[in-house]
C-alpha cells in the first residue's frame, strides 16, 4: 500500500457528541491523509450503515470502511451493543474497531475486550493529546497494522 | 444414713429388752404360784380335795364386792382337781396357754413399743387398739393356765370381760377402717405429697393420666389450675384436646395418635385456651406406658411456660424486626451505592466531552488564528484551555475518589522498602536525587492501595519542597509493637499547625492554586485508604521549615 492510497481509505466515526466528531475529524484531516471520514451520530445509523439497511441500503460493499472508531455511550443502540453486532457479523468482524470513549470503568473494559475490540482509549480532555492520540491509532490500524486481504487465499 | 440405721438398730434392742425383762417377770409370778402350790397341796393336788369348793358363795354380789375379792380363790376349786387329767393332757392344756401368752405379749409389745416410733398419724389409734387386744387375749390364756393351781376364776372372767369388750371395739374398728385401708397415707407419704406439691407450684408443672380404657384422664391439681377449671371435674380425652389453641391442636392430636399407635412420646410447646377464655403458652410431654406389648395408658407432664415463652417470643421478634431493619438498610445502602455508581459513571462520560470541547476549540482558535489574534486574546484562550484541563484533573480524582469506596481489597504483606523504590524509579526519577529513603520494613496492606497513598505523600513533598533551594525529602520508619509507622518528611514550606484538622478534608486546601497547584482531594483519598486498612495518618509541621507525614498500619 502506498502512501497514495490512503485518500481512498475510509474510517467511519460512531460518535453522537458533535464536538468530539468535530474535534476527531479535525484531528485525522489535519495532515491531509485520510479524507474519507464518514461521521455516523447514533449506534442504530451506524449499524445501517455498516450492514447496509435502511438509507444505507444501496452502499456499495467495496466501499468497506478500514477501521471503526466507536464511542461507548450512544443514543438508541449503544457502543457495546454494536461493538457486539460488529463483531458477530462474518463479513464485518476483521474489521479493527477502536473504542475511543471518556470512559475509565473496568466494567466497560471488561465488557469490550470481552467482545473482542482491537484497541481501548480513553479521550484525553487537552486537545493536543486528544489530537495526537486520535491521529497515532488510526494510523497505526490502518498503516502499521497488516490486516488479512479480502481475496480467499 | 448409716447413723440412723445404728439407731434403729439399738431401738431393736432396748426393744427386746424390755420384752425379755417382761417375760421373765410374767413367768417368774407364774412359777411363784405354781411352786407356792406344791409346797401346799403337792403337785396334782395332793392333799387337797378332789373338787371341792373351800368356801361358800356370798349370796349378793355388788360392784364393791365384786373388784375387792377380784383375786378371791375360794368359790371355785383348782382345775387340776376338778375332772379327770392326766399329766400329760393338763402340761399340754397348760404349755399351749403359756405359749399363746408369750407369743400374744410379744406381738403386743411389739407393736405398742414400735406405734410411738412409726409415724403413723391417725393410724396410731388403730394399732393400739389391736395391741391391747392381743394383750389382753394372752392374759385370758396366762390366766387359763393359772387357774390349774389357783382358781382366780373372777380374775378370768373379769379379763375375758375387758377382752370381749376390746375385741368388739376392734372388730368394729375395723369394719369402718377396711374398706379406707388402701387409700391409707402414712405422715411420710403425705410429707413427700407436700413436697411434691410445693415443687409443683413453684415450677408451675403438673401431671396427668390417660387410661385408654376409659378415654378418661386424670390431671393433679396444677393441671386444672393451669386450665383455670375447678379441681376434680372429669375429663374425657376429647375435651382434653378441646382445651388447646386451634393452632395447637391438630399438633397435640397427633402426637397423642402417634403415641398410642407407636408409642412414640412427645414434648411439645402448645398454646391452650383456658376455662375462663385466656390463651396461655405450655409444655406438653407424653409417654406411653405399657402392659407388655400392649400400650395401656399415656402419662405426662404439663407445665405453664406462658411468661418465659411470651419473653422469648418477645425476643424473637425484635431479633426478626432488627433483621428487617438491616435488610431494610442495606437495601437503601445497596441502593444509594448504585445511584452513586450511576451518578459517577456519568460524570465521566458526561462531564468531560464539554470539557473537552471547550480546551479542543480554544486549541483549534489559536492554532488556526495566531496571527490574527492580539496578545491578550491569546493570553484568555490560554487561560480557558488551562482551566479546563484542571478541572478535567479535578474530576479525575473525584472519580478516584468515589472508585475507592467501591474497590475490592486484597490485603497481604507489603515489602515497602521494594514498593517505595520502585515507585521512584517509575514516577520520580527526576527527583531522585533529592530522596532519601532509609531501610524500611513490611507492612499489612491492599498494593495498590497503599502505591496511592506513597504516591501523594511524595508528590507532595516534591511539589513543596520544590521552592527550596535545596529541597530534600526523608522517607524513614520505625516499629512500634504490631505497628509500622512510616515518615515522610520534607524541609519545604509547611504550614499553620492550626489547619492541620483540615488538612485530610476533600477540597480543602492550605496554599493557593497560584503557590502551588492541586486539587484538595490527594491527602483526603490517602486518609479513606488509610483508615480503609485501620490505620492512622497524621502530619506534624513547621511553616518554612518543612511537614512529616506519619502512616501508620499493621505490621
Known sequence: MTMADLSALQIILIEDNEDDAELTMRALKEPNLINDIVWLKDGEEGLHYLLREGKYADREISSNPCLILLDLKLPKIDGVEVLRRIKSNKSLLKIPVVVMTSSRENRDLNQCYELGVNSYVVKPIIFSDFARVTKEISLYWVLVNQLPSKEPF | ?555
Open chain 2, 1 to 555: 444414713m448409716v447413723i440412723s440405721n445404728i439407731r434403729t438398730c439399738t431401738g431393736m434392742k432396748n426393744q427386746f429388752h424390755f420384752l425379755f425383762v417382761g417375760l421373765i417377770i410374767i413367768l417368774g409370778l407364774f412359777s411363784w404360784f405354781v411352786l407356792n402350790d406344791f409346797q401346799n397341796q403337792g403337785f396334782i393336788g395332793e392333799g387337797i380335795e378332789m373338787c371341792t369348793i373351800p368356801a361358800s358363795t356370798p349370796e349378793s354380789l355388788t360392784v364393791v364386792s365384786y373388784f375387792s375379792t377380784l383375786f378371791t380363790t375360794s368359790n371355785w376349786p383348782a382345775r387340776w382337781t376338778c375332772g379327770e387329767w392326766s399329766e400329760t393332757e393338763g402340761w399340754m392344756y397348760i404349755g399351749s396357754d403359756i405359749s399363746i401368752f408369750i407369743s400374744y405379749f410379744v406381738i403386743s409389745l411389739m407393736l405398742l413399743g414400735n406405734v410411738f416410733k412409726l409415724k403413723l398419724g391417725k393410724a396410731m389409734w388403730i394399732v393400739l387398739l389391736f395391741g391391747a387386744f392381743i394383750l389382753l387375749c394372752g392374759l385370758t390364756h396366762l390366766i387359763d393356765a393359772v387357774i390349774f393351781w389357783e382358781p382366780v376364776y373372777r380374775l378370768s372372767g373379769f379379763t375375758k370381760l375387758l377382752t370381749g369388750v376390746v375385741s368388739i371395739g376392734t372388730t368394729v374398728v375395723l369394719v369402718y377402717i377396711l374398706p379406707m385401708a388402701p387409700k391409707y397415707k402414712s405422715p411420710e407419704i403425705i410429707e413427700k405429697e407436700v413436697h411434691l406439691e410445693r415443687i409443683s407450684k413453684m415450677a408451675r408443672i403438673g401431671n396427668w393420666e390417660l387410661d385408654l380404657s376409659t378415654n378418661r384422664v386424670t390431671w393433679s391439681s396444677m393441671v386444672y389450675e393451669i386450665h383455670e377449671m375447678a379441681q376434680g371435674m372429669q375429663i374425657e380425652l376429647d375435651r382434653a384436646l378441646d382445651y388447646y389453641h386451634p393452632d395447637s391442636r391438630g399438633i397435640i392430636s397427633e402426637a397423642v395418635e402417634k403415641c398410642i399407635k407407636e408409642g412414640q412420646p412427645w414434648d411439645l410447646e402448645l398454646r391452650i385456651i383456658t376455662v375462663l377464655g385466656n390463651k396461655r403458652w405450655v409444655r406438653a410431654i407424653g409417654a406411653p406406658i405399657q402392659n407388655g406389648d400392649k400400650i395401656i395408658k399415656l402419662a405426662g407432664l404439663f407445665q405453664d411456660i406462658d411468661e418465659r415463652k411470651r419473653a422469648q417470643i418477645k425476643v424473637q421478634n425484635s431479633e426478626k424486626e432488627l433483621i428487617k431493619k438491616v435488610e431494610e438498610r442495606t437495601k437503601l445502602l445497596k441502593r444509594a451505592n448504585e445511584e452513586l455508581e450511576a451518578f459517577s459513571y456519568s460524570v465521566s462520560h458526561d462531564l468531560r466531552a464539554p470539557l473537552r470541547a471547550i480546551n479542543g476549540y480554544s486549541e483549534a482558535l489559536m492554532e488556526d488564528n495566531k496571527g490574527e489574534f492580539n496578545e491578550s486574546a491569546l493570553k484568555y484562550l490560554n487561560r480557558i484551555s488551562s482551566n479546563s484541563q484542571k478541572m478535567g484533573a479535578l474530576i479525575d480524582d473525584l472519580l478516584e475518589f468515589s472508585r475507592m469506596n467501591r474497590k475490592q481489597t486484597s490485603f497481604v504483606e507489603v515489602d515497602m522498602n521494594q514498593q517505595i523504590n520502585q515507585l521512584i524509579q517509575n514516577y520520580f526519577i527526576g527527583s531522585k536525587e533529592i530522596i532519601e529513603v532509609d531501610e524500611l520494613p513490611k507492612a499489612y496492606g491492599d498494593r495498590e492501595l497503599l502505591d496511592q497513598v506513597f504516591m501523594n505523600l511524595i508528590s507532595n513533598a516534591i511539589k513543596y519542597s520544590s521552592k527550596e533551594e535545596e529541597p530534600k525529602i526523608r522517607i524513614s520508619a520505625v516499629e512500634e509493637g504490631n505497628h509500622v509507622i512510616l515518615a515522610i518528611n520534607d524541609n519545604g514550606v509547611g504550614f499553620n499547625m492550626n489547619y492541620a484538622d483540615k488538612l485530610f478534608q476533600v477540597f480543602q486546601r492550605l496554599h493557593s492554586d497560584s503557590e502551588f497547584e492541586g486539587t484538595g482531594i490527594g491527602l483526603a483519598l490517602c486518609e479513606r485508604i488509610i483508615s480503609m486498612h485501620g490505620g492512622e495518618i497524621w502530619a506534624e509541621s513547621e511553616e518554612g521549615v518543612g511537614s512529616t507525614f506519619y502512616v501508620k498500619l499493621k505490621k
